[in-house]
């Protein structure tokens, strides 16, 4: 493993620090617990967005702290879920009378530990639960499909929502919404290297890809050889467009996302793939995002995820953010 | 039942979870993140970090303590699990019954926590899969009075429900993404737990 460590324990406070003072025009960052907030607070009450998650999906969620989008970010160690008294210190730090909106992505460590912290809150509250990876199948049986790279996309819009001064139910009931216009399928070639392990989380072959992978390098629907560009982008895209459903003329929003090991030459290779598909099925791409947003660390490979639009997610997918990772318009 | 057995116990599982690390480590990449092994020592160290401050407070307190300790420390869903089971056993201490019995008592309502927190229950090739067993087998045998055969009974049932989630597939947590690529493998959790309910039981048929 070669990485840049001075101690394998002090990692993401190392990393946690430089971030926060790297960003001090946008954000804080506080210490046990950990979390990131907004440096200014707004200037009129608001339902206050919180999210997080394990580290390691840089710039998710940190990066996504900041004005038209979260109000605060719990980062876990990597990997694993943040600590309920994380977001319970958060909550009380951010909010600012409107109540608090967790966005949770479906792991069941996430959701446990924002169960637990939101027990530990005497605020009005409500959690989305972002769920768009197509690759597992939504079952009662089953954990349910994973929350992956369409999450951001719920933190923006959402965050948009927010800052009109829109009620907690009113932003809950949008962030689902967009969740359920939301699919994303992801395809690995390498996996990921925790640090404290030290060694890949998986083996595999030189010439084998993880199809449908996980964001932490967990297995998806299949192993299988590797395919060229085009063909796995319309596997990809199949999966994601039968779970959609798109109506002819439907306008999307494209995002396409890498792991943290693949460059976005290729990323916009991939992208290219993608909207040749959806043109060819009279779908729109009228919005875009290509980049490492929702990483697993060094994992090669990406992800693509497709938004089905309309003109409230529209709106405020186009309105002012500014964010460490995401900055428009002001 | 006291600070010290308390402590003495988590010495154990210490020393049982190092010596296994590797094992568990390799099982949960085989289905999980490889996360889990990490998680587990985090929780263990700090939760012997608190040895000193606790040293002579009554048992439900220690075990609340710990809990809290685990709620806050380690993260991810063992931390979320291992905090309840703790917390929920803390709530129904009873110096008055008999050292077994209150423990049948206080792990029942542990486990009966974590199955809440974790919406989970028998056969989902989890860390319930050895801890209910184990719940059960308690509450059968606590009327007994030898409790170094109770805790090979007990051992036995951690034993047994640890390698039944070898053929099970997962419908709870990141191995349920697997679908039946997660048969043929034990469950990480599952395997942690028996270790721990088995260094437990080592200590009281040693002692």
Not at chain 1, 124 to 131: A, C, L, R
Not at chain 2, 129 to 135: A, E, F, K, Q, R
Not at chain 2, 188 to 205: E, K, M, V, Y
Request: hydrophobic fraction near 40%; proline fraction near 3%.
């Amino acid at each position: 493993m070669k990485k840049f460590v001075n101690n394998v324990d002090d990692i993401l406070t190392e990393s946690l620090t430089g971030f926060g003072d790297a960003h001090s025009d946008i954000l804080e960052v506080k210490l046990k617990p950990d979390f990131v907030s907004r440096k200014l607070k707004p200037a009129k009450p608001k339902v206050a967005l919180i999210s997080g998650g394990g580290s390691g999906h840089e710039p998710l969620h940190g990066g996504f702290v900041g004005y038209g989008m979260l109000d605060a970010a719990c980062p876990g160690q990597v990997f694993s879920a943040p600590t309920p008294d994380q977001m319970e210190a958060a909550a009380n730090h951010v909010h600012s009378g409107k109540g608090i909106l967790f966005i949770v992505k479906n792991y069941s460590g996430d959701i446990m530990n924002f169960e637990m912290g939101a027990d530990m809150l005497n605020l009005e509250q409500q959690t989305i639960v972002v769920n768009d990876d197509v690759a597992v199948e939504d079952s009662t049986f089953t954990t349910g499909r994973r929350g992956v790279a369409g999450t951001m996309i719920v933190e923006k819009t959402v965050g948009s929502l927010a800052e009109t001064g829109a009620s907690l139910d009113e932003c809950k009931n949008f962030g689902d919404h967009v969740n359920k216009m939301t699919g994303s399928m992801g395809v690995a070639f390498t996996s990921c290297t925790v640090p404290a392990a030290g060694k890949p989380t998986f083996d595999i072959g030189r010439d084998e890809m993880e199809f449908g992978v996980g964001i932490h390098g967990e297995p998806g629907r299949k192993r299988e050889k590797i395919k060229t560009a085009n063909e796995i982008v319309a596997e990809l895209m199949d999966a994601i467009l039968e779970d959609l459903s798109p109506n002819n003329n439907q306008e999307v929003l494209l995002h396409v996302n890498g792991f943290g090991g693949t460059p976005l030459m290729e990323l916009y290779l991939l992208f290219e793939a993608a909207k040749k598909i959806l043109d060819q099925k009279n779908i729109t791409v009228s919005r875009s995002l290509v980049g490492n947003y929702t990483t697993s660390l060094d994992m090669a490979g990406g992800s693509i995820t497709v938004t089905k639009l309309d003109e409230k997610i529209i709106e405020h997918w186009d309105s002012p953010v500014h964010t460490a990772a995401l900055r428009w318009k002001m | 039942m006291d600070s010290e057995k308390i402590f003495n116990a988590l010495n154990q599982i210490k020393l049982s979870i190092d010596q296994h690390k590797d094992e568990i480590e390799k099982l949960d990449q085989e289905i999980g993140d490889g996360d889990h092994i990490f998680n587990i020592q985090r929780g263990i160290k700090e939760s012997l970090d608190l040895k000193d401050e606790l040293s002579g407070q009554a048992p439900d307190e220690v075990l609340k303590k710990i809990g809290i300790k685990i709620m806050t420390t380690v993260g991810g869903s063992s931390g979320a699990l291992f905090a309840t089971l703790l917390m929920g056993m803390s709530k129904k201490y009873n110096d008055e019954l008999s050292d077994q019995k209150n423990i049948a008592v206080m792990f029942t309502e542990g486990v009966e926590a974590m199955k809440k927190r974790g919406k989970s229950d028998l056969g989902e090739k989890t860390m319930l899969d050895v801890l209910i067993p184990v719940s059960n087998e308690l509450q059968k045998s606590s009327d007994q009075e030898d409790i170094k055969r109770i805790a090979e009974k007990i051992k036995a049932a951690a034993k047994k429900g640890m390698l039944s989630t070898k053929n099970l597939i997962a419908t709870k947590g990141r191995a349920s993404f697997l679908g039946e690529r997660a048969k043929g493998h034990i469950d990480p959790g599952a395997r942690s737990s028996q270790l721990a309910i088995d260094a437990i039981c080592n200590t009281i048929i040693n002692t």
